[in-house]
Structures are given as structure tokens and as C-alpha cells.
């Protein structure tokens, strides 16, 4: 087994955006005019830690629930906006009454 096979995607992700990952690569990092570059033989010097698949898994599951997450209160805060505005237009009354409804809100 290979040692992509080792490692969920998401795993991965977290870990080559960790600090001491970014470290890491910054030490192959090549170039100084805004184009940066890395070789594909430096890529291939980074140490990345191989944990257990259950730990993988429930990591994996955390960073999806946090994507579920991030979407649902980007969603609640164009709601809260649309209140507002509702509130500034019509009055709070009125606002208070789109937020009971639910109207607009989707899912």
C-alpha cells in the first residue's frame, strides 16, 4: 500500500494547512517575483504523519460537518440581513413576521 492509500484527502488538507506543515514547505519554496514554485522532488521530502484510519474517519466526518456548518450560517446570516432590511423598510412588525413565516429562508 502506498502512502496516498494511507491517507483520507481531507486528513491531508488539514495537515499541509497546519503551521508546521507550512513551515515545512516554505523551506522548498522556490522563486521570489510573486511565482513561487515547489519541485516535484521536495514535495516528495515532506513528512506527513500517518494516523490511524479511525481517527482519519472521524476527522474526515468533523471537517464535512464544519463544511454543513459554514454553509447553514452563511445562510442564517442572509436571512438575518434580508430581516434587517425588512425592519429598516417596513418595520420590525413586519421583519418579525418573515422570520416566524420562515418565507425565503431555503434549504
Not at 23 to 49: C, F, H, L, M, Q
Given at each position: ?24 514547505i516554505?523551506?522548498y ?16 521530502k515532506i ?5 490511524p ?17 459554514r ?18 423598510e ?6 418579525t413576521e ?7 429562508f431555503?434549504?
Amino acid at each position: 500500500m502506498n502512502t496516498a492509500s494511507k491517507i483520507q484527502p481531507a486528513v491531508l488538507n488539514l495537515f499541509l494547512q497546519s503551521k508546521i506543515a507550512q513551515e515545512i514547505i516554505y523551506r522548498y519554496v522556490v522563486g521570489s517575483t510573486g511565482i513561487i514554485n515547489i519541485y516535484d522532488s521536495d514535495i516528495a521530502k515532506i513528512p506527513v504523519p500517518i494516523i490511524p484510519m479511525a481517527t482519519q474517519e472521524k476527522v474526515s466526518a468533523l471537517v464535512e460537518k464544519s463544511f454543513a456548518l459554514r454553509a447553514e450560517s452563511k445562510r442564517l446570516l442572509e436571512v438575518a440581513k434580508l430581516a434587517v432590511e425588512i425592519a429598516i423598510e417596513r418595520g420590525e412588525n413586519a421583519a418579525t413576521e418573515y422570520l416566524r413565516r420562515g418565507e425565503n429562508f431555503g434549504d
